[in-house]
């Protein structure tokens, strides 16, 4: 009697939280907006891509050591925008900041409204030595072959910039006049870190009293077959960025012969600690912008996948044990730990007298550098081994929100213009120029409106970098959207 009223109960319980998943499962509305598709303005490709393939063809590359040649890039690359985009620059008078850094400025008709602005860096990464012949296309020659626009910059990050302008160019040919100030800004180093383009550029501001209601900087893209089961494209808005800091380690020992050796040489007491970092990383949580992106993905999502997103509560502790055995989706959940140098030892035969490692960590919202150095120091404990951080780093960013009009407005001009794609949160794993604008901006938004299928990926700071024309011509469409409905 007693087994039969429990085998009752458990039976009732399991059909209930079959009942509950599967409500949850079907029941979980798309928390897409529904708007129309931008009717489609006329925009000359043959023209646009001319433009954005000329951009390629001056070599602004930082990275490498500065010969006047770099210098006379930069200055091609300015005469380039100035001579293609005419109206933009009687309109938007150009400034030069820092010597080769760009600020555009479009005046509103009402004042009393905070400007936005549109940040894209004109600086490119070297070509990896050896890597030039891979090209199927040299990386500067500008070429528009089989539908793509070739070379380096193509997408990171020259694509964002000149779509701007020539989005902007549109509007001044359709008469329109913005009633918020319109800003377009070009760092010239964001890829050295921005100290030179960005940062001045965010000191001008800031003097000017200025004030934003969102920046939109480079960040995530509009993928296809890059999250699981999911079918439609994927915008992801970057509404976080990670922080970064490198750990040094030092240890030292007395130097002597590998003879008579103590029990542990500066190296085991080093690899001892690496180990302790490696076996005990900070923890991993599903919360914030991941959470969120969860939940906004999970009911666009088919298969068993979609049941665990949409029913968190249950199935949260599975999905962070999965998701952290992959290390891109690792990432996105916890402050990661990368041990990166190692010196030690000169001679097989002689103890050392110094140890020095490098552990990189990159930072989720919430952590912090100190506590990363304390949990360096609590996690190794051991007081033979000095910690120092280096000096290139960053606090994680600030979250900005989804639930203000300058988000919406973003999402609806995604939409408009990619009408199949799903517009979602997200977290952005590396840096860009937007840090320097925290204190004259909280709301930062990380998205380039460029597609890509996961075999593109490497294509990024890699080989064979392109952007199809037709996705170019929607990118122009989106900024167009975008300032239209920033209004
Ligand atoms: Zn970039």
């Known amino acids: 009697m007693k087994l039969k009223r429990f085998l009752g109960i458990a039976l009732g319980a399991i059909l209930l939280l079959a009942l509950v998943l599967a409500y949850n499962t079907w029941s979980r509305p798309s928390r897409q907006i529904e708007v129309a598709p931008a009717p489609v303005v006329a925009v000359n490709a043959e023209a646009v891509a001319t433009h954005l393939a000329d951009a390629l063809k001056c070599a602004t590359v930082t990275g490498l050591p500065e010969t006047a040649a770099t210098d006379k ?3 091609r690359l300015r005469e380039h925008l100035r001579v293609s985009f005419p109206r933009v620059h009687a309109a938007l008078a150009p400034e030069i900041i820092g010597g080769r850094s760009l600020l555009y400025t479009w005046q ?8 936005i602005m549109i940040l894209a860096h004109m600086d490119v990464v070297p070509i990896a030595p050896g890597s030039e012949g891979d090209w199927q296309h040299p990386p500067f020659a500008g070429v528009i072959a089989d539908g793509f626009i070739w070379g380096r910059g193509a ?3 020259k694509a964002n910039l000149v779509a701007s302008l020539e989005a902007a160019e549109l509007l001044l ?3 329109f006049r913005p009633k918020r100030t319109v800003y377009i800004a070009s760092g010239a180093d964001e890829e050295l870190g921005g100290a030179q383009g960005a940062l001045r550029i965010a000191e001008r501001l800031r003097e000017r009293g200025v004030r934003l209601e969102y920046l939109l900087d480079e960040g995530l893209i509009i993928t296809q077959g890059v999250f699981p089961k999911l079918d439609p494209p994927l915008a992801l808005i970057g509404v976080a960025e990670k922080g970064y800091v490198s750990v040094t380690l030092r240890t030292e020992g007395t130097p002597g ?4 050796p103590p029990a542990q040489t500066p190296i085991g007491i080093m690899s001892t600690a690496l180990a302790r970092l490696e076996e005990r990383p900070l923890p991993a949580s599903l919360s914030g912008t991941v959470r969120e992106m969860l939940e906004v993905v999970g009911p666009e999502m088919h298969g068993i996948d979609r049941i665990a997103l949409t029913n968190l509560w249950l199935f949260k502790p599975l999905l962070v044990a999965r998701l952290q055995k992959q290390p891109s989706t690792n990432a996105m959940l916890r402050t990661t730990t990368a041990a990166t140098m190692f010196h030690a030892g000169n001679k097989e035969n002689v103890l050392p007298s110094e140890v020095a490692a490098t552990v990189n960590f990159r930072l989720v919202p919430g952590d912090s550098i100190a506590g990363v150095l304390e949990h360096v120091r609590t ?3 051991d007081d033979r081994i000095k910690l120092a951080t280096t000096p290139i780093r960053a606090e994680p960013s600030k979250v900005s929100r989804t639930d203000v009009p300058a988000y919406a407005a973003l999402e609806r001009s995604i939409r408009q213009v990619f009408p199949e794609a799903i517009v979602a949160p997200g977290l952005m794993i590396g840096a860009t120029d937007a840090r320097h604008f925290a204190e004259v901006v909280d709301n930062v938004y990380r998205f380039s409106p460029m597609r890509a299928r996961p075999e593109d990926l490497a294509r990024f700071h890699g ?4 952007i199809a024309v037709a996705n170019f011509v929607e990118m122009i469409r989106f900024y167009r959207q975008l300032i239209l409905n920033s209004m």
Not at 257 to 260: L, Q
Not at 463 to 466: G, Q, V
């Open 73 to 75: 890039e930069f200055a």
């Open 108 to 115: 509103g008709t009402d004042p009393s409204l905070r400007p």
């Open 155 to 157: 997408w990171d990050d």
């Open 173 to 175: 040919a359709e008469g």
């Open 257 to 260: 012969h590998a003879s008579m």
């Open 379 to 381: 996690t190794i404990a």
């Open 463 to 466: 080989t064979n970098e392109r």
